[in-house]
C-alpha cells in the first residue's frame, strides 16, 4: 500500500466516523429539540395563562427569554458533540500504524515544505519521526526543492506531528492545531446543518 492509499484510507475512515458523528449529532440535536419544543410549548402555556393577567408585554419577553435558554441548551449540546468528536479523532490519530503514521506526517510534510531546507522539530515524545524518515522526505521532494530539510534535537511544546522552521517562519503541523483547524470546520458544518447559519 503507497503512502497517497493510506493517507486516502486515513481520510476515508475519518470522514466516514465523522459522516456517524454528524448523524448521531443530527439525531441527539432532533431529539434535543423535541425536548425544547415541549418545554416551550408548556412556557408558552404558562405564559399566556400570565399574559391574561400582567399582559401582553410580560409574555413577549418570558418567550424571549425561554427561547434563549433554548438556544443556549443547543448551543452547550453542540459544543459537547463537537469536543467528543475531536477527542475521538486525536485517539484515532494516536493509534494509527507505524506505517500509516509514516504515510501521514510524510504526507503532511511534503505539502508543507517551501523550500527543502527547512528545520523539523518535534515533540519530547515523538518517537516515530526520525531522521530515516526525514532522509526519505528529501528523497520524495521533487525538482525545485533543496531536499536538505533536518531533524533537529531541539524539542517543541507538542504532543505529536512537527513543526517546519526556516529562519523566522515556522509552519506548525502539530496534532493540535490540525485537531483546533478540524473542530473549526466541523463546528462550521455543524453549524449549517443544526441551525441553518
Do not use: C, W
Not at 404558562?46 to 443547543?74: H, N, P, V, Y
Not at 507505524?98 to 515523538?126: C, F, P, R, Y
Amino acid at each position: 500500500m503507497n503512502a497517497e492509499q493510506v493517507v486516502e484510507k486515513i481520510l476515508a475512515q475519518a470522514n466516514a466516523e465523522a459522516e456517524k458523528i454528524k448523524a448521531e449529532a443530527r439525531e441527539k440535536a432532533a431529539q434535543a429539540q423535541g425536548r425544547l419544543e415541549s418545554q416551550l410549548a408548556d412556557y408558552e402555556k404558562e405564559t399566556k395563562e400570565l399574559a391574561a393577567r400582567a399582559g401582553e408585554d410580560k409574555q413577549a419577553r418570558m418567550l424571549a427569554t425561554a427561547k434563549m435558554e433554548i438556544r443556549k441548551e443547543i448551543l452547550r449540546a453542540k459544543n459537547a458533540l463537537l469536543d467528543e468528536v475531536i477527542e475521538k479523532v486525536g485517539q484515532r490519530i494516536k493509534q494509527l500504524s507505524d506505517e500509516e503514521n509514516e504515510s501521514l506526517i510524510t504526507s503532511l510534510m511534503t505539502k508543507a515544505v517551501q523550500s527543502g531546507d527547512e528545520e523539523v522539530l518535534v515533540g519530547a515524545g515523538e518517537k516515530r519521526i526520525g531522521h530515516e524518515m526525514i532522509k526519505q522526505i528529501n528523497r520524495k521532494l521533487g525538482p525545485g526543492y533543496k531536499g536538505n530539510i533536518q531533524l533537529v534535537r531541539e524539542r517543541a511544546d507538542i504532543e505529536g506531528g512537527f513543526i517546519l522552521r526556516r529562519g523566522r517562519i515556522r509552519i506548525n503541523a502539530s496534532v493540535e492545531v490540525l485537531l483546533a483547524a478540524a473542530r473549526d470546520k466541523f463546528e462550521m458544518e455543524l453549524a449549517e446543518e443544526l441551525f441553518g447559519s
